[in-house]
């Protein structure tokens, strides 16, 4: 990362010095408690590495999309008691983002303590379109603090001021996690051993179209599943029941077809489908053809052919990049293709030596309800930003801690 190498905060001075640290604490909870603390275990170590060296932190953290508003459902407050449990030391909660009292709090740190601030986007002026509106909101965040680490790479694709406009402000470096996650995109987007393969799934095609059209001309096989493929199948004319499909792609989808073809890439796509009448838990599940889903019929999962021959073109793979449950995991009835990928993911790995990094969002918490998490090369905190940097974007955040 442009002036900030890997080991870059460990010879950042922050001795005595109060430290802005932006984090991605943004947990999902459940009637008020933390169901995964991922996030916020991946954010200890760049916590303890400069609580050791003697700073005090001041903490930001963004939870859900409150748009500007106090929503006491998304308040940080359960993420502080945990953090404090995890750190086994105190963690103060500010109650609010700026103000007076803020103020106080952060004035009266002494190294080694730490204060949480209430959720940042709590602050409409966080999220601003409006340059001048961020700007002035990151000057009085920039009055707590002497320094800035960026550490949440959760949001680095945003141009928000707490991971954009803010370090412009103060000297700045980036966490441990956000210049790890970095040097593990690099290794998926230059000069990846090869063959390298890509595994994508999820519900919409719109939301991967950018990672697809970037990939494939870097990339040995491409499989596809989840929901997305429903459009690649009505892009090859095939009859797809009732299920979820975005027509206005399918002509943009017809070109990656074609273009997989003529770059000779391995397009991997199901050739049977567990389909259903309704997209419920209980749903009655039936094996069909991928050409001959019935008509009051969603697909809600990739069969037990197609997570074969998934399976077997990534376990022969060097490089496994996989974003996006292959069906709807979290019904146990149509969870079989995710989880199939999950083993062949983790067989490239053990067994082929493969570099392999699960993107984000639904792929981590697949490949950790699998019991696989800890078995695979790397596990992104980053959905979204992750993704914007496999289109081959420039990521906000990430530029202001490199300027």
């Known amino acids: 990362m442009g002036n900030s190498p890997t080991n870059s905060l460990q010879s950042f001075d922050v001795a005595g010095q109060r430290v802005f640290l932006r984090c991605d604490l943004n947990?999902?909870?459940?009637?008020?408690?933390?169901?995964?603390?991922?996030?916020?275990?991946?954010?200890l170590p760049t916590i303890k590495t400069l609580i050791a060296n003697g700073a005090s932190l001041v903490i930001a953290a963004h939870l859900g999309r409150p748009k500007g508003e106090a929503k006491p459902e998304l308040s940080l407050a359960p993420v502080a008691v945990r953090l404090a449990e995890l750190l086994g030391s105190?963690?103060?909660?500010?109650?609010?983002?700026?103000?007076?009292?803020?103020?106080?709090?952060?004035?009266?740190?002494?190294?080694?303590?730490?204060?949480?601030?209430?959720?940042?986007?709590?602050?409409?002026a966080e999220t601003s379109k409006e340059e001048s509106e961020r700007v002035s909101f990151a000057k009085e965040l920039a009055h707590l603090t002497d320094v800035y680490v960026g550490d949440?790479?959760?949001?680095?694709?945003?141009?928000?001021?707490?991971?954009?406009?803010?370090?412009?402000?103060?000297?700045?470096?980036?966490?441990?996690?956000?210049?790890?996650?970095?040097?593990?995109?690099?290794?998926?987007?230059?000069?990846?051993?090869?063959?390298?393969?890509?595994?994508?799934?999820?519900?919409?095609?719109?939301?991967?179209?950018?990672?697809?059209?970037?990939?494939?001309?870097?990339?040995?096989?491409?499989?596809i599943g989840g929901g997305m493929v429903f459009t690649f199948l009505a892009a090859q004319g095939k009859e797809i029941g009732s299920s979820l499909v975005e027509t206005d792609l399918i002509?943009?989808?017809?070109?990656?077809?074609?273009?997989?073809?003529?770059?000779?890439?391995n397009l991997v796509l199901p050739t049977d489908i567990v389909v259903a009448p309704k997209f419920a838990a209980d749903s009655p599940a039936?094996?069909?053809?991928?050409?001959?889903?019935p008509a009051d019929q969603m697909g809600l999962d990739i069969g037990p052919d197609s997570a074969q021959a998934f399976a077997t073109a990534i376990r022969g793979c060097k490089t496994v990049f996989w974003n996006g449950p292959m069906g709807v995991f979290e019904f146990s009835n149509f969870a079989k293709g995710t989880n199939a990928i999950a083993d062949a993911v983790v067989k490239a790995t053990e067994e082929n030596g493969a570099f392999s990094l699960i993107g984000g969002g639904d792929s981590a918490s697949a490949i950790n309800n699998a019991g696989y998490g800890d078995r695979v090369s790397y596990v992104s905190?980053?959905?979204?930003?992750?993704?914007?940097?496999?289109?081959?974007?420039?990521?906000?955040?990430?530029?202001?801690?490199?300027?």
């Open 152 to 223: 949440g790479f959760g949001a680095v694709h945003r141009k928000h001021a707490s991971v954009f406009d803010l370090p412009k402000l103060l000297p700045h470096v980036a966490g441990t996690l956000v210049a790890a996650e970095v040097e593990v995109l690099k290794k998926l987007t230059q000069n990846p051993e090869r063959p390298y393969g890509v595994v994508l799934g999820g519900a919409k095609v719109s939301d991967k179209i950018g990672v697809i059209s970037n990939l494939l001309s870097k990339v040995d096989v491409m499989a």
């Open 251 to 265: 002509e943009t989808v017809k070109g990656l077809i074609k273009q997989a073809a003529d770059l000779g890439v």
């Open 381 to 403: 905190t980053g959905g979204g930003a992750l993704l914007e940097y496999m289109e081959g974007k420039v990521l906000p955040g990430v530029a202001a801690l490199e300027s």
């Open 90 to 124: 105190e963690v103060k909660f500010a109650g609010a983002v700026t103000g007076a009292d803020v103020t106080a709090k952060a004035q009266a740190l002494k190294p080694g303590e730490i204060l949480l601030l209430e959720n940042i986007r709590f602050s409409a």
């Open 286 to 293: 039936t094996l069909v053809s991928a050409d001959a889903i």
């Open 27 to 43: 947990v999902p909870l459940k009637d008020g408690k933390i169901t995964d603390d991922g996030r916020i275990r991946a954010s």
